[in-house]
């Protein structure tokens, strides 16, 4: 396949929306050439304010962050949504697609809307989400939100490498408890008690409140906001607090410290992934892998000392290939 | 650290609840003695009958379960609970801790409860999940129920892995539709309406049905069962479900092959975590891993060029090692 990619990071710079969608295909495809791109638009990264959404399904996010956008766009600047989505092992692409909904925000060439199959398998969500991040900072937006449709240990995983991190409840749903449970609690930087015009609104807030008093030495202490999103109430206070939040984040350190954790991950990520690929491609040629399988299905071996031993023959073998090259 | 590994497994096989909760501890702290564990109760596993159990927070999975192991204890077999919880990323534990709430079934020396904290990073979740999986299938348990608390994709990535997906809803929480969104239709082998006798069941099974009659050349047809766990209703049907799905899978081949993909799966994340090792070791030593983190946060080199320059780096370093020790 011949793609003209430095044209195609180019045209993304320039804030093109169609080569920036093409390339955020790439990358959702794991495409070899979505590196390159990364290579290439990865300097102009950095920019960009980049907020996660996240909480329980059925908590009104997708309106929470239409409103967002619409609060965002009273102040000229451009903004961007990525919504990752569940992928579906059966047919192996999104479900939901790239979503039409925001039909009144999407008129506006400011904003940029794309959802993101989240294919499970080795990798992960988190690198894909973290280089369409980078596409988008790159493409020139000012803000890039990032909405996870699930709420588990994945989703966390990638909200918390986000500059700022809302978690969105609504009552009486016993997610006070349950965000608790779900590990949330630790990772947010700003509670939204969302649909906040329902009766059980102050038991939820009492608890958040209650829990977060709970949790010793916070750098940052979270703020437990009241909005309404389908009346867009609250809005505007959510986006001062997101500010407020980036702010203290330069100011203290904090930010730095966070993209720092972040960057480690992602490149021990991208170490084991080229080191693996390189034995693929060995152990995938021949019977090599089926009779790995086979044994661990009989219960010969155990995974620990398979792997040692594929790790060995692919070198014995590259070994093999150097010497015959250099006779 | 000196630990009888050969005395714990040969202690977990004939049975001891204390050597198993002791691996299961080792495997939860990726300690190294892990790995010689599980290559010592290998051989001995791949006899249980693995079933995950999945769905929303207020699905009331724990009383499912807990009723569900009264069932299978009328029957005489054993069964171990593993529960899934997600890490705490500032304490770095778990939340919950080792549940008490089962108080009846733990009373019972068939019965084994726990609970596992899933430590973010790199390796994830499903690798630890699978080797506790081992380590209780090889110490003599009938079932192993493995209970998810979030769900998303890394919930999901476990409940695949396990040999029936029981996926638990409630009517009235708009779950029809965000089953669907969160890929949870796919994994499922069985659903369970809970609370069913709340007066929405009706719509809810209907939705199921329906988004069921969409998925085309299902190789096994999730029947929707209905429950009110804390009445114990429905839960003799459920269990029979479960024995029917699992006689289906081995009778079809579809379990072998379920097997082969999460083996396949799992061996290649170990691949990878050994040879990151490797490279880790000499990174960490001396200032190479801050000076490419300082490159990256500068925008001055990408994660792309700068994994290719540490192996390349390793490599260089090894070779000279060798060469030193050859002379």
Known sequence: MS????KLVSELKRGNHRSLARVISLIEDRSP????????LFPDTGKAHIIGVTGAPGAGKSTLVDQLVLEIRKTDKKV???AIDPSSPFSGGALLGDRIRMANSSSDSSVFI???????????????????????DASGFDYVIVETVGVGQAEIEIVRTCDTCVVVMVPGMGDGVQALKAGILEISDIFVINKADRPEVNILKRDLLTMLSLVENLPWTP?????VATEGQGIDKLLSEVQRHRAWGLDSGALLERKKIFLKESLYRKIASDLVNEVKDFIENGSLLEDALTK???REKDIYTLSRELINQTRAKKKGIIKNDNP
Not at 117 to 136: D, F, K
Not at 223 to 227: A, G, I, M, P, R
Request: proline share 2%.
């Open 223 to 227: 703020k437990v906001l009241e909005t």
């Open 296 to 298: 661990l299905l009989n």
């Open 3 to 6: 793609v003209n990619y430095e």
């Open 33 to 40: 050439i979505a590196g390159e791109c990364i290579k290439l």
């Open 80 to 82: 961007a949504i990525l």
């Open 114 to 136: 794309r959802s993101m199959a989240t294919r499970g398998a080795l990798g992960g969500i988190a690198p894909a989400t973290a280089e369409a991040i980078y596409a988008l």
